[in-house]
């Protein structure tokens, strides 16, 4: 099944280096949105999330931000938040972004 991606973020420092990762792994600019993406996959649902989050988490270290919230879409599925946990170094559910 293919799925629409929807991301868009917030909290992120050095936009101009996680950006460019975004856009090295097929994430597409929405234009008119100050940092929203959108994106296209055919993997199964969970095997989307695990690719976005491994994305964002990569684009964290190389831009050496120290947060980032993030809303995510994956097809008709509800929006989904997430927040990056410093001490965890990986992105934690989060109810209200």
Known sequence: MDYEILLVLEAVENKQIF???LIKEGFKKIENEPFAYSAKANLPLMNTRAYIFGVLKEAMELSKNDSCRFICQLGNNEFECYKYDENL?????????
């Not at 170094?89 to 972004?97: A, G, N, P, R, S």
Request: aromatic share 8%.
């Open 89 to 97: 170094k990986t992105f934690i559910t989060q109810k209200d972004i």
């Open 19 to 21: 950006e460019k990762h």
